[in-house]
């Protein structure tokens, strides 16, 4: 069985940076991920990374503001979000799973980012 840990989140102005961590507990996954969901709102990816940390993909909207990293000693994902914007608001979910592709086997409990002037 995997756990994963979710810490980091709160409130920041608007340009503002936030820095989310997952800690996996139990086993290493293949892929983890960020997801996101916004009140009234369907949860979306916001980006994924191999635990190898070979590749990662970016939603549209985070690109070039978001950094999604590994530390394969830690057992720990990373998600920094710079220039933050009020449509970051949401809670914030990782994930795991244990192949390349398909459904996500794990989640963490969800955090709050409110982004507010």
């Known amino acids: 069985q995997v756990q994963l840990v979710e810490s980091g989140g709160g409130l920041e102005h608007p340009g503002g940076s936030l820095r989310l961590s997952c800690a996996a507990v139990?086993?290493?996954?293949?892929?983890m991920a960020w997801f996101r969901q916004a009140p009234g709102k369907e949860r979306e990816l916001v980006a994924r990374?191999?635990?190898?940390?070979?590749?990662?993909y970016y939603t549209d909207s985070v690109k070039g503001r978001f950094t999604i990293s590994v530390d394969n000693a830690k057992n720990t994902m990373y998600l920094q979000m710079d220039k933050l914007i009020i449509e970051d608001t949401a809670v914030y979910y990782c994930?795991?799973?244990?192949?390349?592709?398909?459904?996500?086997?794990?989640w963490g409990q969800g955090t709050q980012v409110t982004v507010s002037s």
């Open positions: 994930a795991g799973r244990r192949i390349s592709f398909g459904e996500y086997d794990y």
């Open positions: 139990g086993r290493t996954l293949n892929t």
């Open positions: 990374i191999s635990w190898s940390g070979d590749f990662t």
